[in-house]
């Protein structure tokens, strides 16, 4: 069973919420993945967790704040955003060695107004 | 020059054709090669993974060619439903870590 789990599939917020996305996976594997995706542009790497550490953070904004509870869940935590950050927001997984093989959750679709 | 390169489509083929993709990647210690399909508004799913001897599943065959840092994809007798988008993409630090990147994606339209 190659599944992600994303909740919830599709969000509005205003540019002064906080909200939070979250990610489940039950597959064992212990690299998860935070990915921006905007139309008709491939998925850009945020964050990388590998054994639920930090491993990678591509210069994100701080308005974006990542968290990794255990090694099936991943939390992305949301704090006043900007309309140019509405896009779909896909989590992975991978077992976190080579040939890291990663598996995608549905995504969330976040609009910021 | 672009870390994943693609061939920019759209291809626009009849059903029951052969298209081939071409990818180019720049970094020669790349080690880990995919292709990925996403259809519109979803998530990508993994195609294949890319080996060095070539791999093939059901119509879908797979390249890897490390001297030229080239990898290609060959469908054949093409349906209506691989109308999608297929993304090459490559693990471009040799393994040091376990980033991927993307290339842009060809978009191929199956006819009827």
């Known amino acids: 069973d190659t599944e992600v789990t994303q909740t919830p599939k599709h969000l509005v917020m205003g540019m002064t919420n906080k909200k939070s996305l979250k990610c489940e996976q039950h597959m064992g594997h212990r690299a998860m993945y935070w990915y921006k995706q905007k139309a008709k542009k491939p998925p850009e790497l945020m964050f990388v967790y590998s054994y639920e550490k930090l491993s990678i953070n591509e210069s994100v904004p701080s308005r974006f704040s990542p968290e990794c509870p255990n090694s099936s869940l991943l939390n992305l935590h949301l704090h006043a955003l900007q309309p140019e950050d509405s896009a779909l927001y896909l989590c992975?997984?991978?077992?976190?060695?080579?040939?890291?093989?990663?598996?995608f959750g549905p995504g969330t679709r976040l609009t910021v107004t | 020059r672009k870390e994943v390169e693609q061939d920019p489509g759209p291809f626009n083929v009849p059903e029951g054709a052969t298209v081939a993709f071409n990818c180019t990647y720049s970094?020669?210690?790349?080690?880990?090669f995919f292709w990925y399909r996403q259809d519109c508004r979803k998530e990508p799913k993994l195609l294949m993974s890319?080996?060095?001897s070539g791999n093939e599943d059901g119509r879908f065959t797979a390249q890897l060619n490390r001297a030229s840092q080239y990898i290609s994809l060959l469908i054949r007798d093409s349906k209506l439903s691989d109308s999608a988008t297929y993304l090459c993409?490559?693990?471009?630090?040799?393994?040091?870590?376990?980033?991927?990147?993307f290339g842009t994606g060809t978009l191929l339209a199956v006819q009827p």
């Open positions: 992975a997984s991978s077992q976190g060695g080579h040939p890291y093989e990663q598996y």
């Open positions: 970094n020669s210690a790349s080690q880990s």
């Open positions: 890319v080996y060095s």
């Open positions: 993409v490559v693990n471009i630090d040799g393994g040091a870590t376990n980033k991927l990147i």
